[in-house]
């Protein structure tokens, strides 16, 4: 909802979500927009994931590639213990650790690491190497000859820990080497750039792939702007659905179903228009006739008779616009109906109150009859629009009286079936009554059935019809007197329960 410039400001605190009036609520997505756009959108959904794994990506390369770079490493350590084992003996039942020079070279430090070394006899005595070397796990089970690897601390380095349980006779001898671990960093890094760079190159190119594929996946709907925008104003003609996407086919079949009932729409608003200007014709030419002849008269009988005249035409064609007013009322398409609680009897029962002067001016017996044995109406609780349904009544009343002439009988009825709760409104007269051919087609403004001599714009009908629709309703027309000559006409309209 819009604000004024005078209206305050929200309560601090009131929390408001950014809305565009053509496009709703603005996107919340990883790139905001002031608008929401399909391109956008997919855009965002298909590269806040990309985006969001990419740093996955990189942590699950890094911890691949530290196993990766520890396994040569790992081999050359246990290589290098393997080679120390030989020169731990035990002549005479004593352990012994003879280490050549050519043995030396493999425990010395290169320019990266440090290795470090332990000899241990049993009962813990350190033969040779580091007396601050950590041992293994004291619930670890010795398996002799079995080399084993573990990672550890020495003098506050990490190191990379190759081990193995020795049987020197009936003794067991424990071996350990040890290796820092800056070569493995060293590689691990290295192979994480190697990883890491193709990406910084291919995610660009990924990204721009991504939006070349959506701006030509897009296309079509650019193509299907242009085609409406290119419409003429009065083009109501259905899309061509040919070229249209699968995804977009059911936007475009709703939109021509939409054009479809535009356009029956406004054909029923032309052909309104020229048959109430062509009833409206009649009395407005009588009316400027009559003015004319009153002029060149100058007998005061014959001014009289013309101004009579012009009050029976000024009347017609005052009663030709209310119809069409009622008429208008009563169409509602594309809008919701009005309803309200009301009493059907109670309602029918003023109409016909009101239209007794008339019937007594067209000399017709004008009654409201009831189902009950007293002159109770009942009681007719019912959802609906009071107005229109007073129209509705007083349309069919005046129809009635109308069509009935002097000396006629109009009889109208509200029922209620108590097992069904359908509402029924009945109005019978004893007039010539409507050709079962003709009673479709009475229906539809401003026709009229032939053979009758009584003053009308064809509308009375139409505006029961149009009312009945708009309550869900059904109008049914028959004869009153099947037997009788003349039949007479029933009107009956049904009300669906609540």
């Not at 977009?248 to 029956?264: E, F, G, H, M, Q």
Request: with cysteine.
């Amino acid at each position: 909802m819009k604000r004024s410039p005078a209206d305050p400001p929200p309560p601090t605190g009131e929390s408001r979500v950014p809305t565009d009036e053509r496009f709703g609520p603005v996107s919340f997505g990883l790139f905001q927009r002031e608008q929401r756009s399909l391109f956008g959108e997919i855009l965002d959904w298909m590269l806040t994931p990309l985006l969001l794994l990419w740093p996955l990506s990189l942590a699950l390369t890094w911890f691949v590639a530290q196993g990766i770079a520890s396994k040569p490493f790992d081999r050359a350590l246990s290589f290098n213990l393997q080679v120390l084992t030989q020169y731990v003996d035990a002549p005479d039942g004593k352990v012994g650790f003879n280490l050549t020079p050519q043995a030396r070279d493999l425990l010395r430090a290169d320019d990266t690491d440090l290795v470090y070394y332990q000899v241990v006899a049993p009962g813990g005595t350190v033969i040779s190497g580091e007396p601050d070397f950590p041992a293994p796990a004291e619930d670890e089970t010795p398996e002799p000859g079995r080399i084993q690897l573990r990672d550890d601390v020495v003098r506050g380095d990490e190191v990379r820990v190759a081990y193995v349980w020795l049987q020197r006779g009936e003794r067991l001898v424990l071996m350990q080497v040890a290796e820092t671990r800056g070569k493995r960093s060293t590689l691990a890094t290295e192979i994480i750039k190697g990883v890491m760079v193709p990406q910084f190159v291919i995610l660009p190119l990924a990204v721009l792939l991504v939006w070349l594929a959506l701006v030509r996946g897009i296309r079509p709907l650019n193509v299907l702007e242009q085609r409406i925008r290119a419409r003429k104003p009065d083009d109501l003609s259905p899309i061509e659905e040919t070229f249209i996407p699968q995804e977009v086919a059911p936007l475009v079949s709703s939109i021509n179903d939409l054009l479809t009932r535009l356009k029956a729409s406004l054909n029923t608003q032309r052909r309104f228009l020229a048959d109430a200007a062509h009833q409206l014709k009649t009395p407005l030419a009588g009316l400027r006739m009559q003015a004319e002849l009153a002029q060149r008269e100058g007998n005061a009988a014959d001014i009289r008779g013309s101004l009579q005249q012009i009050a029976r035409s000024s009347t017609r064609a005052t009663h030709t616009v209310n119809q069409l007013l009622a008429l208008a009322r009563a169409e509602t398409t594309g809008r919701s109906l009005p309803t309200t609680e009301l009493d059907l009897a109670q309602l029918v029962t003023e109409v016909v109150q009101d239209s007794v002067p008339r019937a007594l001016e067209h000399g017709v017996d004008l009654g409201l009859g009831h189902e009950g044995p007293d002159d109770t109406p009942p009681v007719c609780m019912m959802d609906g629009n009071p107005t229109l349904l007073k129209e509705m009544t007083r349309n069919l009343v005046d129809n009635a009286i109308n069509y009935t002439g002097a000396g006629g009988m109009v009889t109208v009825r509200v029922l209620t079936d108590p097992f069904s709760g359908v509402h029924v409104l009945q109005v019978e007269d004893n007039g010539p009554g409507i050709p079962a051919s003709e009673r479709e087609l009475v229906l539809q403004p401003f026709y009229r059935a032939l053979g009758t001599n009584v003053d009308g714009s064809g509308l009375g009908l139409a505006i029961v019809h149009e009312i009945a629709q708009q309550h869900n309703a059904v109008v049914q027309m028959e004869d009153a007197h099947p037997h009788a000559n003349p039949r007479g006409l029933r009107v009956t309209v049904r009300f669906r329960p609540r």
